[in-house]
């Protein structure tokens, strides 16, 4: 399973580097992030790389994200991952909300000397894009199915 999601992961970031081939357009982004329940909450950074095809109801995104959780020890510890989604968005010029669906990474280390885990799992979300000349805006809502750590996610973001 961890490697049918790595490859999923790779394909859909190659798909992204082809891109111009299919007359789409790449859209880099960045975006905060709020777990719900990895180390009992945590806030993190993160960026996405999106293929937005125009005239097609169906975008791609990859995005990474890592977290900054506060595990009260001194060794530190750490919460992050990598997803590849499908969005399937209604024909909306302006605000343009979304379905999501796509596979997950996350690897969790408690700190210490606690062992290291990295899990995969998949994703279901709802988001909405927000198209304007220069710059956009999203937001998006995903439950990841990623054992043990079955969580809550939110994104809020701007796209270049």
Known sequence: M??????VIWALGG?????????????????????????????GLGVSLE??????????LVAGETFFPDCGNEDGCSFRG??????????????????????VYRRTDPGGSAEVLSNQGFALGVGVNLRALVLGGYAEVRYEFV??????????????
Do not use: C, E
Request: proline fraction near 10%; charged fraction near 15%.
């Open 2 to 7: 961890k490697r049918r999601t790595t490859s």
């Open 15 to 43: 798909l992204l580097l082809v891109a111009p081939g299919v007359q789409g357009q790449l859209n880099p982004g960045v975006h905060g992030a709020r777990a719900t329940d990895a180390f009992g909450g945590s806030y």
């Open 51 to 60: 293929l937005d095809i125009p005239l097609f109801p169906v975008d791609f």
């Open 82 to 103: 990598a997803s590849a989604d499908v969005h399937l968005a209604l024909p909306v010029p302006m605000v343009q909300p979304y379905a999501a669906a796509g596979v």
């Open 147 to 160: 054992d043990p750590d079955d969580q809550w996610i939110a994104r809020v973001g701007i796209r270049f």
